[in-house]
């Protein structure tokens, strides 16, 4: 049974006794001194309503922010979001914002985690907070605000979304990016990601291809065709898969083929990868990708058997080059291989 369980069974508590309980022991988890797993606890705590433990997790989450505490600091947030709500999101916006201008190893994952829990839990109050820190001068609080502003996003912040996506800021226009709904829910949007595609910042536009790749008209095709001559191995990387997915089942095939079987020659290891993926969701037949069979790279000849061992059914050229494969000097690309060619029709 775990802490928290043993903590929950224990007769005779009232509500308020059970969660200072549980926060004495997320405190141990916190500083390092019980090894278990805190999120049940975390639950608990948070879930609790106890409004006597606001303060002394706020101040334990000022105190592991300032230690560098990032899993403490993470424990705290949960909590305070579950408890407070929009009353707590300032000090959790900032604290995010904090973790922006911070360390590498500091991604702020689970942090941002905290914000979209304080946000369900009142979600015009967390408006309130964001909105007037999206004009703001400190940059990190603002990049903070439009991460956020995904969460409780309304049509009229499309215009906001639009003058961030103008400023000088690389950081703040992949926040704005971010922020937008959909492409395929307003059209606007759309119009805002195809011309990221453009933007100077290579992240910008390896985000703007991925925002495309999934929900994009077929027309998309058109505009990501040049980004096959990115300079950036990255964002090239990220287009095989979009063109694919995108003129798949539409007039854009011939053009997207012809772009994916030039990128097959692409010195970059991770765009061959990509080029075989896009291919594969074309649907047609997949000649070209014998030209990858003795790639040097194993994890391209590995993403190559994926691809063909998904097309045998619908294309039987794919047995012989899988056989080849079956037979590669890396046990994952055999493996890969073999599996396929065992598996029942």
């Known amino acids: 049974m775990s802490t928290a369980d043993q903590g929950a069974a224990r007769p005779g508590r009232t509500v308020g006794e059970a969660a200072q309980a549980a926060l004495a022991e997320l405190f141990r988890h916190a500083d390092g001194t019980v090894d278990d797993d805190p999120w049940p606890l975390v639950r608990e ?59 590498d190893e500091d991604d702020g994952e689970r942090l941002g985690m905290a914000l979209g829990v304080a946000m369900r839990v009142d979600r015009a109050g967390c408006r309130a907070v964001i909105l007037p820190l999206l004009a703001g001068e400190d940059p990190e609080l603002r990049r903070a605000a439009l991460w956020a502003l995904r969460g409780v996003f309304e049509s009229p912040d499309l215009e906001t979304l639009r003058a961030a996506l103008a400023d000088p800021e690389p950081a703040v226009r992949r926040a704005a990016l971010h922020a937008l709904p959909r492409v395929d829910h307003d059209p606007l949007a759309y119009e805002l990601v195809v011309a990221a595609l453009r933007d100077p910042d290579a992240e910008a536009r390896r985000h703007a291809v991925l925002l495309l790749a999934w929900s994009a008209p077929p027309a998309v095709v058109d505009h990501l065709v040049p980004l096959a001559a990115d300079p950036v191995p990255y964002v090239r990387s990220s287009v095989g898969e979009a063109l694919g997915r995108r003129a798949a089942g539409s007039d854009r095939v011939p053009v997207a083929a012809a772009t994916l079987r030039g990128l097959l020659a692409d010195d970059g290891p991770s765009v061959r990868a990509g080029a075989i993926r896009g291919l594969g969701l074309l649907g047609g037949p997949l000649d070209a990708l014998a030209a990858r069979i003795d790639d040097p790279d194993w994890w391209v000849r590995a993403t190559l058997a994926e691809v063909l061992a998904v097309a045998l059914p619908r294309w039987p050229p794919a047995r012989p080059l899988l056989a080849r494969l079956a037979g590669d000097a890396n046990p994952t690309v055999r493996a890969t291989a073999t599996r396929a060619l065992h598996a029942p029709a």
């Open 45 to 103: 705590v948070a879930g609790s309503g106890d409004r006597s433990a606001v303060a002394p997790v706020r101040a334990a989450l000022h105190r592991y922010a300032r230690e560098r505490n990032w899993y403490g600091r993470d424990l705290m947030a949960h909590v305070l979001a579950g408890l407070s709500g929009a009353a707590g999101f300032p000090l959790l916006l900032r604290t995010y914002a904090d973790a922006l201008r911070g360390e």
